[in-house]
């Protein structure tokens, strides 16, 4: 069965710019998105078909796809970033997600 | 703005039945496909299945096949899951979600306020 990998903790400063990526065989071939979830709280959608943002989700979130890898990058990073992040895409009918990674901000 | 709105935590033993819902309100009911979600305590998210209310179309994962249903009742914008025998290992938070519109859109743009379930005896 198809499986997306995410590392499972990435750690940024303030201010500085996080990667988190997300690892699947061809997964370029297919649309991937991105969910950030604080804790405590439902997981929200930051990223669509590879690199749209929802509304009011703000500029310094953006994604990339291409060959085996899905990319999560957040530039200028905020501590209210801090969060769990989860890629997710399609296989055939199924919905899978990776294991997600969380972001520390420190 | 859409609404997804998730029935209240619940208590329940081993081996009984349970069934929570999930009801939709502000947009198009029919026109969507709803899944839910599993999050284990601690852990990520688990696709469980998804359902569209225009037709009832439902399609599970293979891993909850068989283990649980869903259904949705039209009339009162409002998808259900259900349990006939639950285990301790259900016990977790569990999210409804819609699928955004469109038979190429392949993510959910709008989340329940999850449910929580345990089990235990």
């Known amino acids: 069965s198809y499986k997306l990998t995410q590392p499972p903790s990435v750690s940024v400063s303030p201010g500085q710019t996080a990667s988190i990526t997300c690892s699947g065989d061809r997964l370029g071939d297919r649309f991937a998105c991105w969910y950030q979830q604080r804790p405590g709280q439902s997981p929200v959608l930051v990223i669509y078909e590879d690199t749209k943002r929802p509304s009011g989700i703000p500029e310094r979130f953006s994604g990339s796809n291409s060959g085996n890898t899905a990319t999560l990058t957040i530039s200028g990073t905020q501590a209210m970033d801090e969060a769990d992040y989860y890629c997710q895409a399609w296989d055939s009918r199924t919905v899978i997600f990776g294991g997600g990674t969380k972001l520390t901000v420190l | 703005e859409v609404q997804l709105e998730q029935s209240g935590a619940e208590v329940k033993k081993p081996g009984e039945s349970l069934k929570i819902s999930c009801n939709g309100s502000r947009y198009s009911f029919t026109s969507y496909w709803i899944g839910w979600v599993r999050q284990k305590p601690g852990k990520g998210l688990e696709w469980m299945g998804i359902?569209?209310?225009?037709?009832?179309?439902?399609r599970y994962s293979p891993s909850f096949q068989g283990q649980v249903t869903i259904s949705v009742d039209k009339s009162i914008t409002t998808v259900y899951l259900q349990w006939s025998g639950l285990k301790a290992s259900d016990t977790a938070m569990y999210y409804c979600a819609r699928r955004a519109f469109g038979s190429t859109a392949k993510y959910f743009d709008f989340w329940g306020q999850g449910t929580l379930v345990t089990v235990s005896s």
């Open positions: 359902i569209y209310p225009g037709d009832s179309d439902t």
